[in-house]
């Protein structure tokens, strides 16, 4: 399975980034998907998830609210909307194809795009 994530860049506070991950090479539509995110010198934290079907949704605390994740199970696509983005919110963000356990943790996701940086600043 290969990730390629897109549509990170510079927003200011307040402002909004859609991120888009296209999968290819599995069966993506049988999958779960994750967002995660690492800011420089931290760890690598959960951001979102989304089920196959009906498509439930989990999130992060810091983020729920302000994040939307979605799905194009015909375009082999995941999104990530944000929005009311903070300077807090700067990092790499990835995204994941989940194989088995809670969505939370990162051991549960096998596959891992590449990131794209998200800087919010003014």
């Known amino acids: 399975v290969q990730l390629q994530a897109c549509g990170g860049g510079l927003a200011q506070p307040g402002g909004s980034l859609r991120l888009s991950c296209a999968a290819s090479g599995g069966t993506f539509s049988g999958h779960a998907m994750g967002w995660f995110r690492q800011a420089a010198g931290r760890e690598r934290e959960f951001v979102a998830a989304?089920?196959?079907?009906?498509?439930?949704?989990y999130y992060a605390d810091s983020v729920k609210g302000r994040f939307t994740v979605s799905r194009d199970n015909a375009k082999n696509t995941v999104y990530l909307q944000m929005n009311s983005l903070k300077p807090e919110d700067t990092a790499v963000y990835y995204c994941a194809f989940h194989t088995g356990g809670r969505y939370y943790y990162s051991a549960t996701y096998q596959y891992w795009g590449q990131g794209t940086l998200v800087t919010v600043s003014s």
């Open positions: 989304i089920t196959p079907t009906p498509g439930s949704t």
